[in-house]
């Protein structure tokens, strides 16, 4: 898969309020740590709803997801 077809996912510990909504919507995504903070299982993977979902669904908007190529926001949307 061309790196144009992956996602970049980070999550803003500093924002995290370890909500699990992220965990809940993709699990296969995302976890929470001994600190019940999220974090990628992985911060590069192909394109999903669910992590789009999760992203767009996080009380804090602590998830950004961008395309790895070239750092292209996905969400949140540039303004």
Do not use: N
């Not at 144009?4 to 995290?16: G, S, T």
């Not at 299982?41 to 767009?56: F, G, K, W």
Request: proline letters at 8%.
């Amino acid at each position: 898969m061309a790196t144009a077809d992956r996602w970049h996912i980070e999550v803003d510990r500093d924002l995290c309020i370890g909500s699990g909504m992220c965990t809940a919507g993709a699990p296969e995504a995302f976890r929470l740590d001994a600190a019940r903070q999220s974090q990628p299982v992985a911060t590069e993977r192909a394109p999903s709803e669910e992590v789009l979902a999760a992203a767009e669904g996080c009380p804090v908007e602590a998830i950004t997801v961008t395309l790895a190529d070239t750092g292209e926001a996905v969400f949140p949307p540039e303004e």
